[in-house]
């Protein structure tokens, strides 16, 4: 029985080799594309093409598989699919695919055009499923083919071309069809806020991300904009970080920017959140405790400002920002004696910092020790530290 079995098996793995054996580079080249293999998949379909030089649906796979790889590969995307074009005119995918690679290069004219006459073009049969990447973060949201009877996609595609071109009225007519016929979902909301944030129209915008968030409460991108026009700040310099942290969450660098603009526009709680984001993504990184220190102290929560440039100290000993930082919030707690000690390490590594001896000055006043006090007031102004003269007068002369 053992035998038969074996004999069997050597059986069923022929005729399984020779179906594998019998596709030939192209059908290979797809069948690896899809299973995201795109380097065998680039060798399979390269050989084909050498051999079937006028294959326009080969030249549109290799379009597709390039604009998986990086640095000047979507130009070469851009090369293969206008070669699929040309052997080809009415190969509608082509135009949906290019249009989206237009997009992505913010040649808004061309994506349009090409949205346009795909629209325009009878459909074909295809295999070729398009994902539609969700603008809430990093997971595809839908999926459809060039044959989807419902225009919902299409018209987004050319909406997101008209706000590139800045046409928000015609971006919001756009929008309008397509949750008309398509009425649940986020992504759609979410753009038709965006489009009435750009328009000035912010309590309109307003009412399309909460529509947005009803349909899909984790929409990130909806939920940032509820923020910021809720917060009050400058949407123009916030939109371009919060689409950077919905392409790739996982990156503490835009969470850090996004942090920093939040602080230098007083929004220090929004600060804070940004900042907390960036640390529990990058621990390491000594920047984030710091600003996010920062941005307590704003608040005056003067406790979890010290706990944060501790976290500092931590990573980069004697860094003279921090040790001032640590020094002001254990001072504005009463901690003298403690905030003290860091002043004095403060101007043993940077003598020539005014704020280290104004600092210190106050700190030795506050426990009356005057005559150092002066002295290291006087040092501050030596030091070019202007607008303390008042102080100055009180510490030394005891006025």
């Not at 044959?147 to 929008?175: C, F, M, R, W």
């Not at 919905?246 to 660098?253: I, L, M, R, S």
């Not at 150092?372 to 530290?385: I, K, P, Q, R, Y």
């Amino acid at each position: 029985m053992r035998l038969i079995g074996l004999a069997l098996a050597i059986f069923l793995s022929g005729i399984c080799y020779g179906q594998q054996s019998s596709l030939n580079e192209f059908e290979k080249g797809i069948e690896a594309y899809n299973q995201g293999d795109y380097e065998t998949a680039y060798l399979l379909i390269d050989t084909w093409l050498r051999d079937h030089p006028r294959d326009p649906e080969g030249y549109y796979y290799l379009g597709l598989i390039y604009e998986q790889f990086d640095g000047t590969s979507d130009l070469l995307a851009l090369e293969n699919y206008q070669k699929a074009i040309s052997l080809d005119p009415a190969k509608a995918d082509v135009y949906l695919s290019r249009g989206r690679l237009y997009l992505k290069l913010k040649r808004f004219e061309q994506a349009e055009e090409d949205f346009l006459t795909f629209r325009s073009i009878p459909k074909g049969e295809t295999t070729q499923v398009i994902y539609r990447i969700g603008s809430a973060d990093q997971g595809v949201s839908q999926i459809f083919t060039a044959q989807t009877s419902n225009p919902s996609q299409i018209l987004y595609h050319l909406a997101l071309a008209k706000i590139g071109l800045e046409d928000y009225s015609a971006a919001s007519v756009y929008l309008d069809s397509v949750i008309y016929f398509n009425p649940e979902e986020a992504d759609f909301w979410a753009e038709k806020g965006h489009v009435e944030m750009l328009s000035g129209s912010e309590d309109k915008a307003l009412e399309s991300l909460r529509q947005a968030v009803t349909y899909n409460p984790d929409h990130f991108l909806a939920r940032q904009r509820i923020k910021i026009l809720e917060n009050g700040n400058d949407v123009d310099q916030l939109e371009e970080l919060t689409l950077a942290i919905a392409k790739d969450p996982e990156d503490p660098q835009p969470w850090k920017i996004r942090g920093y603009v939040k602080f230098m526009q007083g929004d220090f709680e929004g600060s804070i959140e940004d900042y907390t984001e960036a640390i529990n993504l990058y621990p390491e990184d000594e920047e984030g405790w710091f600003y996010r220190a920062k941005s307590y102290a704003k608040q005056k929560n003067w406790q979890a400002a010290e706990s944060d440039f501790e976290e500092v100290l931590f990573l980069i000993e004697q860094d003279p920002e921090a040790l001032l930082g640590r020094g002001q919030a254990r001072y504005y707690q009463n901690e003298l004696e403690a905030a003290l000690a860091d002043f004095v390490e403060l101007i043993a590594i940077d003598p020539s910092n005014p704020s280290a001896f104004y600092h210190r000055a106050i700190t030795l006043h506050r426990l009356e020790r005057k005559a150092e006090a002066c002295s290291d007031m006087n040092t501050a102004v030596e030091l070019g530290m202007t607008g303390i003269d008042e102080i100055q007068q009180k510490i030394c002369n005891g006025d």
